[in-house]
């Protein structure tokens, strides 16, 4: 079985409530169609139902009728979530008109409904930008608890024969969203990056805090910076199996780790690397994806109270289809 045949068997298990913002995007809708018709998830949609009944004729799509629909231009639905906004964003200066008002933008509307607990998790970003769907996140659904920064994780299925990771399955993180974390936040980034190799790479997490230098090879100021997040990880999470600073190759060459750090708990075998800097991570993901002919499998958010989920806008359905999947997987890991 691989590791989305994995995945899908247990989000149809265990079905959660997946809300979709974007209800009348044609490749939003033709994912749905296919998680409802293979059932996968029980499915939200938002819009106008006129308008999403209309497209999923028009699409040719036989299962959208199973899917329920919320009206973000309904009175009632603003009635009932826009209180649980206006409560969240009161003290940054939130009027009740403009509490309204932000609650009918469905990227809102949604993460509402996943607070309210009325959904498990939301995918949305066929349509609108990185920045939009995030902020929605970060303002409603809110972290969860030890850990105050939101980041992005992209999970590496290597090409067969290579030696890395486990079961050829690595994790990156943070590849998209955190510019430069402090000290602090890259060490939460590691602990929520060892969530998502437990949870949705289904590996048990070896996580490695890369650098430029390994165990004091090299000295400067992003080395202090790799050196104290590795204590706040600890901190957070003792059992965790971690180690830094080090450089990649101490980090997944068993040979190079014996000569560099032979102490390291990770005896050159780590499956998570986390990189110092979105910089770093996201050139390095990219690389590794196009020279490597390596699959990546995100960015999966991770460190949010309850799983919210950013597309591409170049999307296709079946991204979709697989975020869903990775949504369901994360709303079911948090639940246990
Ligand atoms: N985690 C948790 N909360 C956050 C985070 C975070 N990482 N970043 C911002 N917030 C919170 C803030 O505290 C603030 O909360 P408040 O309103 O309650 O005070 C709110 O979110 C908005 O904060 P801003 O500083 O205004 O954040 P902004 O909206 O400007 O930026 C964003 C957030 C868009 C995610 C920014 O960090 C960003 O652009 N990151 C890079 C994204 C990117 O382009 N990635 C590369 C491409 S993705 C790829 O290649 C796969």
Not at 20 to 48: F, K
Not at 80 to 86: E, G, H, N, T, V
Not at 193 to 202: C, E, S, V, W
Not at 237 to 248: A, H, K, V
């Amino acid at each position: 079985m691989d590791l989305f045949e994995k995945l899908t068997a247990r989000a149809k298990a265990n079905k959660q409530r997946i809300v979709l913002p974007e209800g009348n995007e044609p490749r939003t809708l033709t994912a749905a169609d296919n998680i409802l018709a293979d059932g996968i998830a029980e499915i939200i949609l938002i819009g106008d139902p006129v308008e999403i009944k209309e497209l999923a004729a028009e699409l040719k799509l036989n299962h959208i009728d199973k899917a329920k629909i919320i009206n973000p231009a309904d009175e009632k639905v603003i009635d009932k979530y826009a209180p649980l906004l206006l409560q969240l964003r009161k003290k940054k200066g939130m009027t009740e008109e403009e509490s309204r008002l932000t609650a009918a933008n469905p990227l809102y509307l949604g993460c509402l409904m996943v607070k309210s607990g009325d959904a498990d998790g939301q995918v949305a970003g066929a349509r609108n930008t990185t920045g939009n769907v995030l902020r929605a996140a970060f303002q409603v659904i809110k972290t969860m608890p030890g850990i105050e920064v939101v980041s992005g994780a992209f999970i590496m299925l290597l090409p067969e024969g290579l030696p890395f990771g486990t079961d050829g399955i690595l994790v990156f993180a943070d590849c998209a969203v955190v510019p430069d974390p402090t000290a602090p936040q890259l060490g939460q980034i590691a602990v929520a990056a060892a969530k998502t190799a437990h949870d949705i790479a289904q590996i048990e997490p070896r996580v490695a805090l890369l650098s430029y230098s390994t165990k004091g090879s090299a000295e400067g100021p992003a080395v202090d910076k790799v050196i104290e997040a590795l204590a706040v990880a600890k901190a957070l999470d003792p059992n965790l199996i971690i180690d830094g600073e080090l450089q990649t190759d101490a980090a997944i060459v068993p040979s190079v780790a014996n000569m560099k750090a032979p102490n390291s708990p990770l005896s050159g075998r780590a499956n998570v690397l986390v990189f110092p800097n979105l910089e770093v991570g996201n050139i390095a993901y990219k690389l590794v994806q196009r020279l490597g002919k390596v699959q990546a499998v995100g960015p999966v958010l991770q460190g949010l109270a309850a799983p919210v989920n950013d597309l591409s806008r170049g999307c296709f359905p079946e991204d979709i289809y697989k975020t869903i999947i990775i949504t369901c997987n994360q709303a079911i890991g948090m639940k246990e």
